[in-house]
């Protein structure tokens, strides 16, 4: 399966999102390979510093890919079970064209206004993309939440998103916690520290998303 972990707006935790996606089906003994489109390389520096860390962690396979990303996938596609791209926050090219190649589009957005007003864009785009892979599955998913209860702005999404029917809002989310921060400079994941809670929230995407 492949996962594009993509959209419009920059710092809603999409680096965070896919590696920790990745790190999980790792654990789960999943086949996983995590690629780096972003030019910020933002991945690539997490996956530098797993392989800098002294702790014995699995080894998750990656690579860095650019432009025309369709190619490169469906050459992935035949050594890999499992590939998790994370793109940038902004319309690309390689966002583009990984539509043209992925089982399923993840958007994390943060819980406001500004952030799912970004979707007008992407739904052009992923209405675009379908015209080539009419199969691709697009998720929102709310990213980096207050702590606090969101009733209300899971509420306020769904009526938004009634306008996009290219869009499913997941029920799973990841809320504002530090250990988010703190395992990206160690090049861990999540589920490889104690923090149930963060872990539980890893869990709960990967299980919507792959219906495990």
């Known amino acids: 399966m492949i996962l594009l972990v993509g959209g419009q707006k920059g710092g809603a935790g999409k680096t965070t999102v896919a590696t920790n996606i990745a790190c999980y089906l790792k654990h789960l003994g999943k ?36 432009d025309n990303i369709s190619q490169s996938i469906k050459d992935l596609k ?30 994390p957005v943060r819980p406001s206004q500004y ?3 970004t979707l007008e864009n992407v739904a052009q785009i992923v209405e675009d993309a379908k015209t080539i892979n009419e199969n691709l599955k697009s998720f929102v998913m709310f990213s980096m939440c207050p702590t606090h ?24 989310y990841t809320s504002d916690r530090k250990v988010y921060r703190d395992t990206a400079y160690l090049g861990k994941g999540v589920i490889e520290v104690k923090n149930e809670k963060a872990a539980k929230e890893i869990k709960n995407i990967v299980e919507e998303i792959y219906e495990f």
Request: proline share 2%; with cysteine; net charge negative.
């Open 31 to 66: 086949d996983v390979i995590l690629v780096d489109s972003d030019k910020q390389n933002s991945t690539t520096s997490w996956i530098q510093y797993r392989l800098e860390n002294e702790e014995k962690l699995f080894n998750i396979p990656s690579v860095k890919v650019a």
């Open 78 to 107: 035949i050594k890999y079970d499992y590939i998790v791209i994370d793109c940038a926050g902004r319309d690309s090219k390689e966002q583009r064209t990984g539509m043209l190649i992925a089982d399923t589009l993840l958007i």
């Open 115 to 117: 952030d799912l007003d």
């Open 149 to 172: 209860h969101l009733i209300d702005e899971r509420n306020q999404a769904q009526k938004y998103l009634k306008e996009y029917p290219e869009f499913s809002l997941l029920e799973s």
